[in-house]
């Protein structure tokens, strides 16, 4: 199983932004593919973004233009870049790490957008 932390999480207004950080316990460069999924308040955990190791990026139809994946191989960090953040983007935020033999969840960060 691979250690993952998100951080960054927190309360910001409409129009906003914020940047949440996935730190691994391994190299990110093992890893087959790292995800951001989150899970609106009483809903269904719903994916967000990924980047594979070989670079390819894909990112839901709903925050396209709006939120960004990048990652930093000296930090094994994947992040996630959040612009004009709306109440929609209310939620639980979770990072996925999948290899050849796991697949692991980090423990979840709160986003929240609220005047």
């Known amino acids: 199983q691979v250690h993952l932390v998100e951080s960054g999480g927190g309360l910001v207004r409409p129009g906003g932004s914020l940047r949440l950080s996935c730190e691994a316990s391994?190299?990110?460069?093992?890893?087959?593919?790292v995800g951001w999924y989150r899970q609106p308040p009483g809903q269904q955990r719903d994916y967000v973004a990924s980047?594979?190791?070989?670079?390819?990026?894909f990112v839901a139809d709903s925050v396209r233009g709006r939120f960004s994946i990048s990652r930093d191989f000296a930090r094994n960090a994947v992040y996630l870049q959040m612009n004009d953040l709306k109440p929609v983007d209310t939620g639980v935020y979770y990072c996925?790490?999948?290899?050849?033999?796991?697949?692991?969840w980090g423990q979840g960060t709160q986003v929240t957008v609220s005047s």
């Open positions: 391994v190299s990110i460069g093992d890893l087959f593919v």
């Open positions: 980047i594979s190791r070989g670079g390819d990026i």
């Open positions: 996925n790490a999948v290899t050849t033999r796991s697949d692991s």
